[in-house]
């Protein structure tokens, strides 16, 4: 019995060797006489960065669109508006938290406060909406009356039919009717007209996500109409739901981290997501060297196959690589000798086969050809990159899954397969069935 174990996307020479060791080990324990042959690929068919990495913008000191150094401070201003997207009313909530000013005297009865004044303004605002109809044929410009901006900006942006319910969702909501109770002068209602601005805008940004077609200025210019219209301005330096969401927004959201590590963090993923492109747009070179692999155990007395029973274990791209060869060479009629056993170990050749995508086969094939050998495929259901084969191929008996669980998440899920003594144990009973 030989084994050839066939790695899977991102791995190279060093990882390989730890991956081999380990498999090498759990297989001789249950086939003490067995063979086992390298087949090592990242190196030779692995991707690689051909100009190194100058198509990434700013890894070669290039100026960002504003002329700034693209490695320059963390753009704060980002930050803050993708914190506002994932959740609007944030600003609004600070806002509403933070310790109110000494009682001035508006707060007696029958004296609107501020920022009462702030929330009546807004819930006016909703009347103005014009009436719901089909898009306008012709792009609304300068010839609608100034009065209009407002309007003809959101319908200009695709936010026109998500204004509505964004502007109600934050005057319907405790987090601005308690920022508003604690706005007692016009310094703080100003603040909560800001915040409410930017939450209308954000909400309206997120409902339209990828319809959406805003710039910045845009976004600005909202905030500015919408504040105008709230009796405050669009955009307050220094305010106090800024400066404490300011520093929390460079933390928690990842946009800061992007623009100063994406050279670094693109190359660093190159093997994992550049092996995955370059096998779908050029994977013939795989497959001719995996076949030139299974071929050299061959008998030269004849044609019958391998001089000793061979199990191909493939691993992620490794399984998608051995699928496609075996699919190919049973349609082909060509002389590939047959394993005993095809093992796929967190494979997404089924998933591919339904998307259309697989090489191998045709996207309409209900069926693995007459020819395919018999396939082991072992799944963890934790592991994102791993598929069942059986119901996509029901009526094969030749395609068998096995599932098993390392209790660990995505994505370290997707390499603990190798230290689970079930994958070995029902690779095992599998050759010991087909004896």
């Known amino acids: 019995m030989r084994f050839i174990f066939v790695h899977g996307t991102g791995v190279r020479r060093k990882r390989y060797d730890q ?16 063979s086992f042959v390298p087949c090592y690929w990242g190196g030779t068919h692995g991707a690689t960065l051909g100009a190194g ?19 320059g401070p963390p753009d704060q201003e980002a930050a803050e508006w993708l914190l506002l997207l994932t959740d609007p009313l944030c600003e609004l909530r600070v806002l509403a938290e933070l310790p ?37 044929a012709e792009p609304l410009t300068a010839e609608l009356p100034p009065s209009d901006e407002l309007f003809v900006l ?11 319910p964004a502007l109600a969702e934050v005057a319907g909501s405790a987090e601005f009717g308690e920022a508003c109770a604690a706005a ?13 601005s930017r939450a209308v805008v954000a909400a309206a940004l997120a409902a339209a996500g990828e319809d959406a077609l805003c710039t910045g200025d845009e976004r600005d210019r909202l905030v500015d109409l919408i504040a105008g219209r709230l009796g405050g301005t669009g955009r307050v330096p220094g305010g106090r739901a800024a400066a404490v969401l300011g520093a929390l927004a460079l933390r928690m959201t990842t946009q800061p981290v992007l623009d100063l590590w994406r050279g670094p963090i693109t190359r660093k ?158 690779i095992a009973e599998e050759i010991e069935a087909s004896r």
């Open 100 to 136: 109110e000013d000494e009682d001035d005297g508006l707060g007696m009865p029958g004296v609107r406060s501020a920022g009462e004044m702030v929330a009546g303004l807004l819930t006016a605002l909703s009347a103005e909406l014009p009436s719901a109809g089909p898009p306008a």
């Open 269 to 426: 993923n190159v093997p994992k997501l550049g092996d995955i492109l370059r096998y779908q747009a050029r994977g013939g070179p795989l497959r001719d060297h995996l076949a030139e692999l299974i071929t050299a155990g061959t008998d030269p007395a004849g044609p019958a196959g391998p001089a000793e029973p061979t199990v191909v274990i493939g691993h992620s791209l490794g399984g998608i690589a051995l699928v496609d060869l075996y699919a190919l060479a049973a349609m082909e009629q060509s002389p590939l000798p047959k394993p005993e056993l095809l093992v796929t170990v967190g494979s997404q050749a089924p998933f591919l086969h339904e998307l259309g995508a697989l090489t191998g086969l045709p996207p309409t094939a209900t069926a693995l050809p007459p020819g395919f050998p018999r396939w082991l495929n072992i799944y963890d259901r934790k592991d994102l990159l791993a598929f069942r084969a059986e119901p996509v191929f029901a009526d094969d008996p030749r395609v068998v899954d096995h599932e098993v669980s390392s209790r660990q998440p995505f994505p370290v899920s997707h390499n603990a397969y190798w230290k689970l003594d079930a994958v070995y144990d029902r």
């Open 53 to 71: 990495g100058r198509s990434i913008p700013g890894v070669d000191g290039t100026r960002a669109a504003d002329g700034g150094p693209v490695a």
């Open 184 to 196: 007692l002068d016009i310094p703080a209602s100003r603040e909560v007209a800001t915040a409410a």
């Open 154 to 164: 959101l319908r200009a942006t695709g936010l026109d039919t998500h204004f509505g």
């Open 19 to 34: 991956l081999s060791a380990l498999i090498t080990t759990a297989l001789a324990k249950r086939f003490p006489d067995a």
